[in-house]
Structure formats: C-alpha cells, structure tokens
C-alpha cells in the first residue's frame, strides 16, 4: 500500500504586493464588474496572461467610476515558480497604459491589502479660476468659483476625530462591526500642481461610500457662504444623509497613499501629517515583516 495514499499536495504560493496608479477616467471603478472595465479585471487579466489562468486581486480599497490612484495596494497569490520574475515589467507589458504596476514585492505570506491597512490618504483637487480649466488638468479637477478658503479651514477641523459619518455616506456602504463610525486622523489644504488649484487630504482609518467625496461637497458648500462652518458639527450629529449637500465629482479625487503597520507616519498635535516624510520615497514595507526590506520584483 502507498505510504502517501490519501494524502493531498498543496502547490506553494507566493504572495506578491503591488502599488498600482490610474487614471480612473475610463474605468467603471476598482470592483470587477461582468460587462465594463475595470481596474481590477485589468490587472486580472494581465497576471492571467502570465501564469495561464485567472488569479483573484484584493485591492485596499474600492475607488468609484472616474476616480484615480498613486497608491492603491493590492495583493494576489502566484505559484511559487512566479514568485521571483519581474512582475513590474510583465504586468505593465500586458496592461494599457491608464494602469500601471509602480512597485511589485514579495510580501510576507500573510500580508492582506485590505484587512492590514492602517489607514489611507485620498486627495481632492478643486479648480478655482472660472476663467477657464487648464485642458491638461481637466480630468483632474472639479471646476468651483473662488471660495472663502479660511472658512473651510475652519469647517475642515470639526470632521477630526472619531465620528459617525453616516450624513456623509451614500448608498451602497456595506457595513460591518463598527457601522457609520470611523476616525479621520488629518484633514488639511495644500496648494495644487497650479496655482489655479487647491488640494485637500484626509487621512483616515477607513471611510464609507462616497465619504470623502461628501466631505468636500460640504466644504465647497462653506467655501460659497451656503454653510457655516459651524453648521458641519450639526450636520454631523444629525447622522442623516438627506441635507441636500451635493456630492463631489469622482474626477478630483485620488488615493494617494495606504499605510501599513511600517508605514504609518508621524500626526501633529492638530491632526496635521508631518511633512518630513517623503511620500515619492516611501518603501511600502511589508505588514508583519518586522525591519526587512521588501524584495523589489
């Protein structure tokens, strides 16, 4: 009788981890969907046409139709005989050129994109010049009229800290254990590529459908004069999304950066990010790997 009768083989996997950019103009959004494009069903089919069947991607997060990324993360499991080819390079080679693989890593076996985020940074740019939008930005931006930028300043600091957004979510949010509630670390103005543009970040440690997109809305509303600032905290405790606030537009909107249990910078005392770390520069190491550098594919 065969000693190894009844036993089963597992094949060994290796996890591999890529920071992805688009641009989301001519994607349905992340999610795979059976009819449209989408980024996920892009990158899918191209680690298809490398291993010669579909593997699964989990991304960190799931951005809307027309959305962009820097740094969106996601992660799949290739045989083990994949594990070290340049996946950069062979994804990039099978993938059109609105998505690109910006890094690809080795991660450790038990590294998951979604479950291990710490939190995420997403950008919005508004277009404040209605004398005209600059046609190389315009995919990019949302068109506003000038706005009191100081009232929105001080609007933006009530959306800090651990709240119930459930006013600032649509429909659609699958909710889990925590519900409406999440914790927005950071919410801060930066100036944009021109000096047309204005750029508010928000770090948090998860957002709901549409959130971030709800958050802007409100603040543009303030920067008009049709909200007070004082009126957001209101909005907030309200807990209700029928208040008439308009949803940003999907196209100003980019996930910058997800941050891991390596990577998670330093916050100031006002819930401002700390400059001194160069985003461009970042490693994206590994969660659970300790001080090993990532092994660069």
């Not at 688009?22 to 892009?42: N, S």
């Not at 939190?119 to 209605?130: C, V």
């Amino acid at each position: 009788m065969d000693a190894w009768a009844g036993l089963c083989y597992v094949r060994p996997m290796a996890r591999i981890k890529l920071i992805l950019a688009y641009e989301g103009t001519d994607f349905a959004g992340w999610q795979l969907q059976p009819r449209d494009r989408t980024v996920q069903g892009e990158v899918e089919a191209a680690i298809a046409k490398i291993v010669g069947h579909r593997v699964p991607v989990q991304g960190a997060g799931r951005t809307d139709a027309g959305v962009h990324a820097l740094g969106q993360c996601a992660h799949f499991e290739a045989p083990e005989q994949y594990a070290r080819i340049p996946w950069r390079v062979a994804l990039n080679g099978h993938m059109r050129p609105d998505v690109r693989v910006v890094e690809a890593t080795l991660a450790h076996p038990r590294f998951h994109s979604t479950h291990d985020a710490l939190s995420k940074i997403y950008a919005y740019t508004l277009w404040i010049d209605r004398t005209h939008v600059d046609p190389f930005r315009r995919r990019f931006v949302w068109d506003v009229p000038p706005l009191d930028l100081a009232a929105m300043d001080e609007a933006a600091l009530h959306f800090i800290g651990t709240h119930d957004f459930k006013s600032f979510k649509n429909a659609g949010t699958p909710l889990g254990p925590r519900g409406t509630v999440r914790t927005v670390s950071a919410l801060w103005r930066d100036p944009g590529l021109t000096p047309a543009e204005v750029v508010w970040r928000i770090r948090g440690d998860g957002f709901l459908k549409q959130m971030v997109r709800n958050i802007v809305g409100c603040l543009v509303a303030v920067g008009k004069g049709k909200v007070l600032p004082g009126d957001v905290r209101s909005i907030l405790e309200r807990r209700d999304r029928n208040h008439a606030l308009a949803t940003a537009p999907p196209w100003g909107l980019c996930m910058e950066r997800v941050f891991y249990p390596e990577t998670e910078p330093d916050v100031g005392p006002e819930g401002v990010a700390t400059r001194g770390q160069d985003t461009a520069n970042d490693e994206h190491q590994m969660a659970g790997c300790g001080n090993r550098s990532p092994r660069r594919l």
